[in-house]
């Protein structure tokens, strides 16, 4: 498949220079980019970020078991 875009000069100029700073063809550094963002993507959906996991919480917070005496009773379904 070829797609054809419009890049800000800015970008271009980047994208050139990387491209020899890494000797590797400008189509190849685009592709590798390309599948980069896509694969952190795809992986970042899955996991929380590192500062949710490592949160230890409020140690004089009450648990929420504490409350659990003042939630009502579930409703009974009504059958038709």
Request: no cysteine; glycine share 0%; hydrophobic share 35%.
């Given at each position: 498949m070829q797609i054809t875009i419009d890049l800000p000069p800015d970008l271009?100029?980047?994208?050139?220079?990387?491209?020899?700073?890494?000797?590797?063809?400008?189509?190849?550094?685009?592709?590798?980019?390309?599948?980069?963002?896509?694969?952190?993507?795809a992986n970042s959906t899955s996991q929380w970020p590192d500062v949710v996991l490592?949160?230890?919480g409020n140690p004089d917070f009450p648990a929420f078991e504490s409350?659990?005496?003042?939630?009502?009773?579930?409703?009974?379904?009504e059958l038709f």
């Open positions: 271009e100029q980047d994208l050139i220079r990387q491209a020899a700073q890494s000797d590797v063809p400008l189509q190849t550094l685009i592709l590798q980019a390309l599948r980069q963002l896509i694969q952190s993507k490592s949160y230890k409350y659990r005496h003042e939630l009502l009773p579930p409703r009974e379904p």
